[in-house]
């Protein structure tokens, strides 16, 4: 049973360029969770989606990220334009049911901003 | 919400001996998760203790948890050094908008 999907795995790009993160969740769950990890900040939650629709947008860090679930098994976090403050890890995480249940992770996006 | 609160952050255990890491949190909960990373890779889930429970187990992992004091631990018995990782705790309050908010965990070390 394939867990959560995270593309891609690693991705480097130049400051000022667009950058789209894509995780697919596991069938069947109807939560999906956006996190960012550094080693300052530790483990931070951008946004949370349940049943395709927005609950939680408060972690968003600035207009220049944005957030889509157009349907239950695909989102995408875009970061337009990119920083150098944006390198981090980024995972993605799905649900059963809402927010407070068991989370499933994928493996994660290392962003480099150049 | 509520982010619980891992003590200590870091600790460095001999291989086969017992690790325990605690956690704290403010306020009532219908439950409380445990999840564990590896270094550069996500989190895993390791087990829930719900609030009318006391004492949970799951291999060589025991979790305990006193509501009165608002507070849990976690055991590991026999570390091996694939336990080496970070271990978070998460209480949740079960609200239907309810999130986990991770804290920033323990670090965990196992000497060969």
């Known amino acids: 049973d394939a867990g959560v999907i995270q593309s891609p795995r690693h991705e480097v790009t130049e400051m000022g360029q667009e950058v789209t993160l894509r995780c697919k969740p596991i069938s069947g769950h109807n939560s999906l969770f956006w996190y960012r990890q550094t080693m300052m900040r530790g483990l931070e939650l951008l946004i949370y989606f349940n049943n395709n629709v927005p609950i939680d947008d408060s972690g968003m860090p600035e207009d220049r990220f944005s957030a889509k679930m157009p349907n239950a098994s695909f989102s995408t976090l875009k970061i337009q334009p990119s920083e150098p403050r944006d390198s981090a890890v980024y995972f993605c995480?799905?649900?059963?049911?809402?927010?407070?249940?068991?989370?499933?992770f994928g493996p994660g996006t290392r962003l480099t901003v150049l | 919400s509520q982010q619980g609160e891992e003590d200590p952050q870091a600790l460095s255990i001999q291989e086969g001996e017992n690790a325990t890491m605690n956690c704290s949190y403010k306020t009532s909960i219908n439950n409380l998760q445990w999840y564990r990373q590896n270094s550069g890779r996500g989190l895993v889930h390791l087990i829930l203790i719900r609030s009318n429970e006391r004492e949970k187990h799951s291999g060589r992992l025991r979790v305990t948890l006193d509501t009165s004091k608002k507070s849990s631990s976690l055991l590991i018995t026999a570390s091996r050094a694939a336990d080496t990782a970070s271990y978070f705790c998460a209480p949740v309050l079960g609200n239907r908008d309810d999130k986990i908010i991770f804290g920033k965990g323990t670090r965990l070390h196992i000497l060969p």
């Open positions: 995480a799905s649900s059963l049911r809402s927010g407070s249940d068991t989370q499933y």
